[in-house]
């Protein structure tokens, strides 16, 4: 079992720079493949960013690819987003989650979710 503890979220202006953490609790954390989502009012949740145990591989939506960068400190079991040149668009409720397989881009790939942290861009 995994608890995941998302913070940093907060209003910023478009163009700010934001870092969010996602805190792990429980066992092997350093095992996991981990991953972050975010879901707007009204839109289906949707990948951002992943992260495999070892950290040795990335990967990106192409909607945050060069501005957003997922990286993990097993050594503190926590795993973070920094999210640079933020637009509008990037409003949204963001998860962290973590994968007892290789993670993916698919929700369903993950077994344990966070409860989110909101992140709003204003213009």
């Known amino acids: 079992q995994v608890q995941l503890v998302e913070s940093g979220g907060r209003l910023v202006q478009a163009g700010g720079s934001l870092r969010l953490s996602c805190a792990a609790s429980?066992?092997?954390?350093?095992?996991?493949?981990m991953g972050w989502f975010r879901q707007a009012p009204g839109k289906e949740r949707e990948f951002v960013a992943a992260i495999t145990w070892s950290s040795t591989i990335t990967y990106y939506a192409d909607s945050v690819k060069d501005r957003f960068t997922i990286s993990r400190d097993n050594a503190k079991n926590t795993v973070y987003l920094q999210m640079n040149t933020l637009k509008p668009e990037d409003t949204a409720v963001y998860y962290c989650?973590?994968?007892?397989?290789?993670?993916?881009?698919?929700?369903?790939?993950?077994?344990?979710w966070g409860q989110g942290t909101q992140v709003t861009v204003s213009t």
């Open positions: 429980g066992r092997a954390f350093s095992s996991y493949a």
């Open positions: 989650a973590a994968s007892r397989g290789g993670g993916g881009i698919h929700p369903n790939l993950y077994d344990y």
